[in-house]
């Protein structure tokens, strides 16, 4: 029914109310490879997450003005020493596969 539908709306190209544009938009325009990745079969996850940032952006600093900041350095220190193990294990591999 939708393809029938919608293949009558791209020959007619008929944009009267919302529906229409919301159905071109989502229906027509979209990629089907896409549907089943990640928040791209609709827009809704995108938009709530972008909303969830928004308000942590906004929020985020009025909550933490009066508390002291954490003492980080020692898991910056352990996460540094991670991604130095990484970088060389990936430089051996990498090294390996060009000789």
């Known amino acids: 029914m939708i ?4 293949k009558n709306f791209v020959m007619g190209f ?10 071109y938009l ?6 089907s490879r896409v549907d089943n990745w990640l928040f791209m ?3 809704w996850p995108t938009l709530t997450l972008t909303a969830l940032y928004l308000l942590i952006c906004y ?6 003005e009066n508390r ?3 003492d980080l350095k020692a898991f910056i220190v352990i996460y540094n ?5 990484l970088s060389a294990y990936m430089f051996i591999e990498v090294s390996e596969f060009f000789y």
């Open 3 to 6: 393809l029938f539908w919608a």
């Open 26 to 31: 989502l229906v027509i325009l979209s990629d």
């Open 14 to 23: 008929t944009l009267d109310c919302g529906n229409d544009v919301d159905m």
């Open 41 to 43: 079969s609709s827009p």
């Open 59 to 64: 929020t985020g600093p009025k909550l933490m």
């Open 81 to 85: 020493f991670c991604l130095v193990l």
């Open 68 to 70: 002291k900041p954490w």
